[in-house]
């Protein structure tokens, strides 16, 4: 069973420019979330993804998007980058079942600096 | 405003002793919380969750305790490990959907050997 991946690693963008990141799910994982953590403070929620859909959505601006395509590997776009859009963009895969509680898998996260 | 506060930043304590690391909320709705421990440069990794319909779970070194009335969850760690040092995060969520947690801001814990 592999785990999440992402890349890139690490990634420097500037002001105005846009940014994808990606991300693959744990196999067999039909949920995916993507999460910012800025220095110093514990991850944000950005979306959920469950079975291609966006399933909810944090306090984040449209100029934050994704998708998630059927082998469960899923894009974070980012247009128009800002300042503070420098964080650490973490995403977690997990198996949503009806009536249960879920794992998230964490990936090892994708470090944005925008100059 | 934040809804899930971790009030300490960093706990030491010492090698075999007990570590208490504690959470707070605001949100009545939020009925799943959870605990996770990360390590430098790798994503946080799952410890432990605890439903809102108990006040305690166990695993092995790893208890959670919840106090739905004072919307306050703790995690106590007994015996701490060196290797337990790490930031661990305390998150909540409703309808037990982790993948939309709401976290805390993480407390460091360092166990001297």
């Known amino acids: 069973e592999t785990g999440v991946t992402q890349s890139p690693t690490h990634l420097i963008k500037t002001r105005g420019q846009q940014v994808t990141l990606r991300c693959s799910s744990q196999?067999?994982?039909?949920?995916v979330s993507w999460y910012q953590q800025a220095l110093g403070q514990g991850p944000q929620f950005i979306f959920q993804y469950y079975r291609e859909e966006e399933n909810g959505r944090g306090n984040f601006p449209p100029r934050f998007s994704g998708l998630q395509v059927p082998n469960y590997s899923s894009e974070l776009n980012v247009n128009a980058l800002e300042l503070d859009d420098s964080a650490l963009y973490l995403c977690?895969?997990?198996?949503?079942?009806?009536?249960?509680?879920?794992?998230?898998?964490f990936g090892p996260g994708t470090r944005l600096t925008v100059l | 405003d934040q809804q899930v506060k971790q009030n300490s930043p960093s706990l030491s304590v010492q090698e075999g002793r007990i570590s208490i690391l504690n959470c707070d909320y605001t949100?009545?709705?939020?009925?799943?919380f959870l605990w996770y421990k990360k390590y430098p440069a790798e994503g946080p990794t799952f410890l432990i969750s605890?439903?809102?319909?108990?006040d305690k779970n166990e695993d092995g070194r790893f208890t959670v305790f919840l106090n739905k009335s004072a919307k306050h969850l703790s995690l106590h760690i007994v015996p701490s490990q060196p290797g337990d040092s790490a930031v661990y995060f305390c998150a909540a969520s409703r309808n037990t959907n982790a993948g939309k947690s709401t976290f805390g801001d993480g407390t460091t814990l360092t166990v001297k050997p």
């Open positions: 977690a895969s997990s198996t949503r079942l009806a009536g249960s509680t879920d794992t998230q898998y």
């Open positions: 949100n009545s709705m939020f009925d799943y």
């Open positions: 605890i439903s809102s319909i108990k």
């Open positions: 196999s067999g994982h039909n949920t």
